[in-house]
């Protein structure tokens, strides 16, 4: 079955970062994806840009509303995310608790509805 590990940590904390910090991050990403394509569950996945560089739509009474930035303001924004293909829900919140985001964010495990 799919699911999306969606991503959220707070950007304001990881741009406080020491640049050792965020590069020891950004290697255990590695290793993590590697892990995923070595178990053959790794479908898609990728690294959103800045709450900054968002623009949100949506439709009321007919017309369009293009916002800057997300809808939410929310302490903790969607950074990305990886979908994969894994037996059952236990085994998508066992990569989800190997993600290395979820040591300082929260990682959302979601089904896929298959189209």
């Known amino acids: 079955m799919k699911y999306m590990l969606m991503i959220y940590a707070s950007e304001a904390a990881e741009n406080a970062m020491p640049p050792a910090e965020m590069g020891a991050i950004m290697q255990a990403y590695g290793a993590y994806t590697d892990a995923l394509v070595k178990a053959g569950a790794l ?6 840009r800045p709450v900054t560089d968002a623009t949100s739509v949506r439709v009321r009474n007919g017309k369009s509303e293009v916002l800057n930035g997300p809808y939410a303001d929310t302490q903790e924004q969607l950074g990305g995310y990886y979908i994969i293909d894994v037996p059952d829900l236990d085994a998508a919140l066992v990569w989800a608790a190997r993600c290395p985001s979820s040591s300082y964010g929260t990682i959302e495990v979601r089904p896929i509805w298959e189209m």
């Open 43 to 48: 479908q898609a996945g990728e690294r959103l």
